[in-house]
């Protein structure tokens, strides 16, 4: 008996001393070349990747180490948990050195959607009002500049205002350039007024109260975004890249700028507010846990446990809705964690977490 390719056993039905029927499947064989790589992608760059896209794929323990691929599928997939789609990418494997389950490091040599500077991500210096990058003038002088950073491509940020081409820029022991030339009194070169009232003009702001911070993942309980026609609530934004946050802390009030793009509302700007006392303790939220018993004309009808912050017992009671789009995924018989406002016409909700029931 011969199979008809090489490869690698996956399962072996056949057995000494066994009689199989004609047509019965004696064993599946995998095939081991080409392989498949598969990736996952951020879904706010999939406007950059294609089927037949060049792959350089880096596979360590293996020589050569450095192989190349090509893009042969993008899976109409959407991982819920990390916002990423499944790429496949084929490799050949000629050698047979390539193994299922070994990992690997990849870069797609996709297609920019924009033209734009980028520098290296550690010549950034960011100090809560701004981002900074360290000239260099020649000559031994130095100057800080102010930048607009965008989204970052590997190891590189985007530079979407400040800088020029052919500008050189530091890339090591900038903090010690900083500090000297806060010593000597160098004022920072701000942004021209054009590129910073060009790059405002094109996010819509609002304010609001950092309630979770994870990674390249924020969630606001936020003001209305006039100029998007947004009303107020609670909800999960993507950061434009890790720096967004940086420097910001869960409860933090702050003043966001975000960008209407092609994937979504995405975080560009977070500008820490100092507020008073007072302020914080009439916006903040009062949390419960309850359960769903009716929604209709911009209400709520809850069964809640206490809102402890409040002196409130449990009890059940109709709320005003802060907008339509609160309950939006929440259906009557659900299970959720209530945030309420108690605002001068009243205890409104903000947001409705659904919470999941063990089994």
Same mark, same amino acid.
């Given at each position: 008996?011969?199979?008809?390719?090489?490869?690698? =056993?996956?399962?072996?039905?056949?057995?000494?001393?066994?009689?199989?029927?004609?047509?019965?499947?004696?064993?599946?064989?995998?095939?081991?070349?080409?392989?498949?790589?598969? =990736?996952?992608?951020?879904?706010?760059?999939?406007?950059?990747?294609?089927?037949?896209?060049?792959?350089?794929?880096?596979?360590?323990?293996?020589?050569?180490?450095?192989?190349?691929?090509?893009?042969?599928?993008?899976?109409?997939?959407?991982?819920?948990?990390?916002?990423?789609?499944?790429?496949? @990418?084929?490799?050949?494997?000629?050698?047979?050195?390539?193994?299922?389950?070994?990992?690997?490091?990849?870069?797609?040599? %996709?297609?920019?959607?924009?033209?734009?500077?980028?520098?290296?991500?550690?010549?950034?210096?960011?100090?809560?009002?701004?981002?900074?990058?360290?000239?260099?003038?020649?000559?031994?002088?130095?100057?800080?500049?102010? @930048?607009?950073?965008?989204?970052?491509?590997?190891?590189?940020?985007? =530079?979407?205002?400040?800088?020029?081409?052919?500008?050189?820029?530091?890339?090591?022991?900038?903090?010690?350039?900083?500090?000297?030339?806060?010593?000597?009194?160098?004022?920072?070169?701000?942004?021209?007024?054009?590129?910073?009232?060009?790059?405002?003009?094109?996010?819509?702001?609002?304010?609001?109260?950092?309630?979770?911070?994870?990674?390249? #993942?924020?969630?606001?309980?936020?003001?209305?975004?006039?100029?998007?026609?947004?009303?107020?609530?609670?909800?999960?934004?993507?950061?434009?890249?890790?720096?967004?946050?940086?420097?910001?802390?869960?409860?933090?009030?702050?003043?966001?700028? =975000?960008?209407?793009?092609?994937? %979504?509302?995405? @975080?560009?700007?977070?500008?820490?507010?100092?507020?008073?006392?007072?302020?914080?303790?009439?916006?903040?939220?009062?949390?419960?846990?309850?359960?769903?018993?009716?929604?209709?004309?911009?209400?709520?009808?809850?069964?809640?446990?206490?809102?402890?912050?409040?002196?409130?017992?449990?009890?059940?009671?109709?709320?005003?809705?802060?907008?339509?789009?609160?309950?939006?995924?929440?259906?009557?018989?659900?299970?959720?964690?209530?945030?309420? #406002?108690?605002?001068?016409?009243?205890?409104?909700?903000?947001?409705?977490?659904?919470?999941?029931?063990?089994?």
């Amino acid at each position: 008996m011969t199979a008809p390719h090489d490869g690698v =056993i996956r399962s072996l039905n056949a057995r000494a001393g066994m009689t199989l029927s004609a047509g019965a499947p004696v064993a599946e064989i995998q095939s081991l070349n080409p392989v498949w790589v598969e =990736i996952a992608v951020p879904e706010r760059q999939l406007g950059q990747v294609s089927s037949g896209n060049a792959v350089d794929v880096t596979v360590q323990g293996v020589k050569p180490a450095l192989r190349e691929g090509q893009v042969a599928d993008i899976l109409p997939l959407v991982d819920q948990s990390s916002r990423t789609v499944p790429v496949r @990418v084929t490799l050949s494997n000629d050698e047979g050195d390539l193994r299922p389950g070994m990992s690997a490091q990849v870069r797609i040599h %996709g297609e920019a959607t924009q033209k734009a500077l980028a520098v290296p991500t550690a010549a950034l210096l960011h100090t809560g009002k701004r981002s900074l990058v360290m000239l260099d003038e020649g000559e031994g002088r130095y100057r800080p500049q102010a @930048v607009l950073p965008g989204g970052e491509l590997g190891d590189q940020t985007l =530079i979407l205002a400040g800088l020029k081409e052919d500008q050189k820029v530091v890339v090591s022991g900038q903090f010690l350039l900083d500090s000297e030339a806060s010593l000597q009194g160098i004022a920072v070169q701000e942004l021209a007024m054009s590129d910073e009232t060009e790059m405002m003009n094109a996010l819509h702001y609002a304010e609001g109260v950092v309630e979770q911070l994870n990674g390249s #993942k924020i969630m606001l309980d936020h003001g209305p975004f006039k100029s998007l026609s947004m009303p107020a609530m609670t909800m999960r934004f993507n950061l434009a890249n890790e720096q967004v946050g940086k420097g910001i802390s869960v409860g933090d009030r702050v003043r966001i700028g =975000i960008r209407d793009t092609d994937k %979504g509302l995405i @975080v560009e700007r977070l500008e820490k507010q100092v507020a008073e006392q007072k302020d914080t303790q009439v916006n903040s939220l009062h949390y419960a846990e309850g359960v769903i018993e009716g929604l209709s004309d911009g209400k709520v009808k809850l069964k809640h446990g206490p809102f402890k912050t409040l002196g409130m017992p449990g009890m059940t009671m109709r709320f005003r809705l802060a907008s339509e789009q609160v309950a939006s995924d929440i259906a009557v018989g659900d299970r959720v964690r209530v945030g309420v #406002k108690d605002t001068d016409n009243g205890l409104t909700v903000v947001s409705l977490d659904k919470q999941e029931v063990a089994p």
